[in-house]
């Protein structure tokens, strides 16, 4: 099992940046897929962005494209998230998530095995 927690939330501006972190213990770090997802409140958890190991590739929701750059340094176990030109409605609880299939279905919460505690980011507008 990985243990996941992540880092870097607070409250930011509306156009200011954040870079959020999620380190990851346990079983080998460099053997999972990594995903962000968000969770904004009276709304279900949605899919941000994910990472592969080898590549790597990536993957963004359409709304933080060109915005958030999702990146990895699997020395420290550490996957981050680069988050550019906030707005107010990228505000939510932000979970980081890992997975061991080999298949790549980054964008269902059900491909994940293991999750963070979440961390909160508040844009002002």
């Known amino acids: 099992q990985v243990q996941l927690v992540e880092s870097g939330g607070g409250l930011v501006q509306a156009g200011g940046s954040l870079r959020l972190s999620c380190a990851a213990s346990g079983r080998t770090f460099s053997s999972y897929t990594m995903g962000w997802f968000r969770q904004a409140p009276g709304k279900e958890r949605e899919f941000v962005a994910a990472?592969?190991?080898?590549?790597?590739?990536?993957s963004y929701t359409d709304s933080v494209k060109g915005r958030f750059t999702i990146s990895r340094d699997n020395a420290k176990n550490t996957v981050y998230l680069q988050m550019n030109s906030l707005k107010a409605e990228d505000t939510a609880v932000y979970y980081c998530?890992?997975?061991?299939?080999?298949?790549?279905?980054?964008?269902?919460?059900?491909?994940?095995?293991?999750w963070g505690q979440g961390t909160q980011v508040t844009v002002s507008s």
């Open positions: 990472i592969t190991l080898s590549g790597p590739s990536t």
């Open positions: 998530a890992s997975s061991p299939n080999k298949y790549y279905n980054p964008r269902s919460p059900t491909y994940y095995n293991a």
